[in-house]
């Protein structure tokens, strides 16, 4: 069992940044590739950002890349999520999700991740 908690959310006004963070207990989470998605009222959660058991490769939505910056420190069981420029439509419950398996490359879809964290509440203000 891998248990997440993340932290980190607030409002921000539109251009501001946020940092994200998500941390880790139970199993060794440095053997797992961490994903971060998120849900918007009404809307299906969809996937935000991905990386690596070793934090070697990241991956990231269309709508984030160049703005968010996914990370890793395996030392002390945690995941990051650094957004900048942020927008309106980037208001969304956060999450923290991490896959079955060990050592799996993280996949975009929701359905592939095992563990869940409870969620933080983005606001990005106009």
């Known amino acids: 069992q891998v248990q997440l908690v993340e932290s980190g959310g607030g409002l921000v006004q539109a251009g501001g940044s946020l940092r994200l963070s998500c941390a880790a207990s139970?199993?060794?989470?440095?053997?797992?590739?961490a994903g971060w998605f998120r849900q918007a009222p009404g809307k299906e959660r969809e996937f935000v950002a991905a990386?690596?058991?070793?934090?070697?490769?990241?991956y990231y939505a269309d709508l984030v890349k160049g703005r968010f910056t996914i990370s890793r420190d395996n030392a002390k069981n945690m995941v990051f999520l650094q957004m900048n420029m942020l927008k309106p439509e980037d208001t969304a419950v956060y999450y923290c999700?991490?896959?079955?398996?060990?050592?799996?490359?993280?996949?975009?879809?929701?359905?592939?991740?095992?563990?869940w964290g409870q969620g933080t509440q983005v606001t990005v203000s106009s």
């Open positions: 999700a991490a896959p079955q398996d060990l050592f799996v490359t993280p996949d975009r879809g929701s359905e592939t991740y095992e563990y």
């Open positions: 990386i690596t058991w070793s934090g070697g490769r990241t």
């Open positions: 139970g199993r060794t989470f440095s053997n797992y590739a």
